[in-house]
């Protein structure tokens, strides 16, 4: 009964706000996480207010409230937690493993990418036990956690062997590897010549057990991730990498991302955190330093980073790590002129999210979609770009041949057959593409035919790239615009064009 709940009754509505609802929990989960770090209030409040004040930077809920990072998320930061929780309570809880089994398991449900942010995480603990910090017990309990979370995932998502052929089980075989060769290692007089070889052992392991899977299991699915890195660091482009890295927040960090950061002094507080904690919390500092290159490399991975460096600032509060500040009264007197200054700068920014004000509304893809209900049959078989074939698949429920899900091999494939419709081939080479395919209707998005997001990033320039040969040819979707043939032009509006075969 949803009559205490005006407008919940309708679906979009309730999926919005449910949405909403579980990212609550980022901000109950960074106080709890900020108490647990800091063993004080203050901390909790410290990460909280933090948060908040760079809101922006933290999250995209409020813009796009679909995205699976937008389940995915919560859950990370509560596993984390756990993480925390097991390393600084080093008894045998085997509560602690069922935990983190659950909820990395959960997560990894959630969000594609989950396994390779579960990867940092493994190696950030790596990096605790190979100092010391941590007993080989603890290690291993938290790698057996991670393992039956894996395996929980991988059968919940009806055997999806990307996730086999990933590094991440990969990397957690050869730390178990490493602690059962810990005998061997502590022979090693130096301290750094038994480090080097640990991680030898980890990145041959590692890449040898990887390469070993993926041939065995026949996966290329996560191909196209390490080809993105790859562009990343040269001039390599391929079209999948350039459908990816053309999109603003797969981009490198923004420039003015540290300086709105600065502005607020959670990143000049985070770093003078860091000076002086060092050691006693090297996983929550390890991980925030995978976070930042992944961060700096992926402009849309800020969601890990910036929430990181809050739960850093939390360590502000902490008698444990500022004792040398012998009054209390003068330590917390300083952290709340620090919250004062923060709140400068922090309070403009929640004043200038909560200005924005706007309707989504796209009246060209509602008087498509209406024409497509009214008009086709309900088996009839729709192609075209993947935001316009998931909308249209969930409001008229037709058959489509590609959708968002780009983590699969033969579904990019398919993909890059469909959009030869804005390359530069021929209408008849590109028609009977779309036939062996199953089309029946395709989809054109004039904004794909004719604009760019920025320079050389035009389906146009994309196909350049893929296919040199017909450079200088007229994209095909502008000659079907204005001469439909061999198709036949059934739709037509300011936005979009429905072809039919």
Same mark, same amino acid.
């Given at each position: 009964?949803?009559?205490?709940?005006?407008?919940?009754?309708?679906?979009?509505?309730?999926?919005?706000?449910?949405?909403?609802?579980?990212?609550?929990?980022?901000?109950?989960?960074?106080?709890?996480?900020?108490?647990?770090?800091?063993?004080?209030?203050?901390?909790?409040?410290?990460?909280?207010?933090?948060?908040?004040?760079?809101?922006?930077?933290?999250?995209?809920?409020?813009?796009?409230?679909?995205?699976?990072?937008?389940?995915?998320?919560?859950?990370?930061?509560?596993?984390?937690?756990?993480?925390?929780?097991?390393?600084?309570?080093?008894?045998?809880?085997?509560?602690?493993?069922?935990?983190?089994?659950?909820?990395?398991?959960?997560?990894?449900?959630?969000?594609?990418?989950?396994?390779?942010?579960?990867?940092?995480?493994? &190696?950030? #603990? $790596? +990096? =605790?036990?190979? @100092? *010391?910090?941590?007993?080989? /017990?603890?290690?291993?309990?938290?790698?057996?956690?991670?393992?039956?979370?894996?395996?929980?995932?991988?059968?919940?998502?009806?055997?999806?062997?990307?996730?086999?052929?990933?590094?991440?089980?990969?990397?957690?075989?050869?730390?178990?590897?490493?602690?059962?060769?810990?005998?061997?290692?502590?022979?090693?007089?130096?301290?750094?010549?038994?480090?080097?070889?640990? &991680?030898? #052992? $980890? +990145? =041959?392991?590692? @890449? *040898?057990?990887?390469?070993? /899977?993926?041939?065995?299991?026949?996966?290329?699915?996560?191909?196209?991730?390490?080809?993105?890195?790859?562009?990343?660091?040269?001039?390599y482009r391929d079209f999948h990498t350039m459908l990816y890295t053309c999109a603003v927040e797969f981009d490198f960090m923004e420039k003015e991302t540290p300086?709105?950061?600065?502005?607020?002094?959670?990143?000049?507080?985070?770093?003078?955190?860091?000076?002086? #904690?060092?050691?006693?919390?090297?996983?929550?500092?390890?991980?925030?330093?995978?976070?930042?290159?992944?961060?700096?490399?992926?402009?849309?991975?800020?969601?890990?980073?910036?929430?990181?460096?809050?739960?850093?600032?939390?360590?502000?509060?902490?008698?444990?790590?500022?004792?040398?500040?012998?009054?209390?009264?003068?330590?917390?007197?300083?952290?709340?002129?620090?919250?004062?200054?923060?709140?400068?700068?922090?309070?403009?920014?929640?004043?200038?999210?909560?200005?924005?004000?706007?309707?989504?509304?796209?009246?060209?893809?509602?008087?498509?979609?209406?024409?497509?209900?009214?008009?086709?049959?309900?088996?009839?078989?729709?192609?075209?770009?993947?935001?316009?074939?998931?909308?249209?698949?969930?409001?008229?429920?037709?058959?489509?041949?590609?959708?968002?899900?780009?983590?699969?091999?033969?579904?990019?494939?398919?993909?890059?057959?469909?959009?030869?419709?804005?390359?530069?081939?021929?209408?008849?080479?590109?028609?009977?593409?779309?036939?062996?395919?199953?089309?029946?209707?395709?989809?054109?998005?004039?904004?794909?035919?004719?604009?760019?997001?920025?320079?050389?990033?035009?389906?146009?320039?994309?196909?350049?790239?893929?296919?040199?040969?017909?450079?200088?040819?007229?994209?095909?979707?502008?000659?079907?615009?204005?001469?439909?043939?061999?198709?036949?032009?059934?739709?037509?509006?300011?936005?979009?064009?429905?072809?039919?075969?």
């Amino acid at each position: 009964n949803l009559k205490c709940f005006p407008g919940l009754g309708d679906l979009a509505y309730f999926y919005i706000s449910a949405v909403f609802l579980w990212n609550g929990l980022v901000s109950a989960t960074l106080f709890l996480y900020g108490y647990v770090l800091s063993d004080s209030v203050v901390g909790g409040l410290l990460s909280v207010s933090c948060f908040f004040f760079n809101h922006g930077e933290c999250t995209r809920v409020q813009w796009t409230p679909p995205l699976r990072e937008s389940f995915a998320y919560p859950l990370f930061l509560c596993e984390m937690l756990t993480v925390t929780l097991t390393l600084r309570y080093q008894e045998k809880q085997w509560k602690n493993v069922l935990a983190i089994a659950v909820i990395s398991g959960c997560f990894i449900l959630a969000w594609q990418f989950a396994q390779f942010a579960l990867l940092t995480q493994t &190696l950030a #603990v $790596l +990096g =605790v036990y190979l @100092v *010391g910090q941590i007993s080989k /017990s603890t290690f291993q309990r938290i790698l057996l956690g991670q393992m039956a979370g894996l395996i929980l995932g991988y059968s919940l998502l009806f055997g999806n062997q990307m996730l086999l052929a990933s590094f991440y089980p990969t990397a957690l075989i050869t730390c178990f590897i490493i602690c059962m060769l810990e005998p061997q290692f502590n022979r090693l007089k130096w301290s750094v010549v038994r480090w080097v070889s640990q &991680l030898v #052992v $980890l +990145g =041959v392991g590692s @890449v *040898g057990l990887k390469a070993l /899977s993926s041939a065995l299991l026949r996966v290329k699915d996560d191909a196209h991730i390490w080809n993105i890195l790859r562009s990343k660091f040269s001039n390599y482009r391929d079209f999948h990498t350039m459908l990816y890295t053309c999109a603003v927040e797969f981009d490198f960090m923004e420039k003015e991302t540290p300086l709105r950061l600065a502005k607020t002094l959670v990143l000049p507080m985070a770093f003078l955190v860091i000076v002086v #904690v060092t050691v006693q919390v090297a996983y929550n500092i390890l991980q925030l330093c995978a976070f930042t290159i992944m961060a700096v490399l992926i402009m849309r991975l800020k969601l890990f980073f910036t929430p990181q460096l809050c739960l850093i600032v939390s360590l502000l509060s902490s008698r444990k790590f500022f004792g040398f500040i012998h009054s209390i009264k003068l330590h917390y007197a300083g952290t709340a002129i620090i919250l004062c200054l923060m709140s400068i700068q922090g309070i403009q920014n929640i004043q200038h999210q909560r200005s924005i004000l706007g309707e989504y509304s796209n009246p060209s893809l509602e008087e498509l979609i209406e024409w497509v209900n009214s008009t086709t049959s309900q088996d009839a078989v729709f192609a075209g770009p993947m935001p316009t074939m998931a909308n249209l698949m969930l409001s008229s429920r037709r058959p489509i041949i590609n959708h968002p899900h780009y983590e699969d091999a033969g579904l990019r494939e398919r993909t890059q057959k469909v959009y030869t419709i804005y390359s530069r081939k021929s209408p008849d080479e590109t028609y009977h593409q779309l036939k062996k395919l199953g089309a029946q209707f395709v989809v054109l998005d004039t904004k794909w035919c004719f604009g760019k997001s920025r320079e050389g990033c035009g389906m146009g320039d994309v196909w350049d790239v893929e296919d040199p040969v017909n450079r200088n040819q007229e994209m095909v979707c502008q000659r079907l615009l204005r001469k439909p043939l061999p198709f036949k032009q059934v739709f037509r509006n300011n936005e979009y064009a429905v072809l039919k075969l």
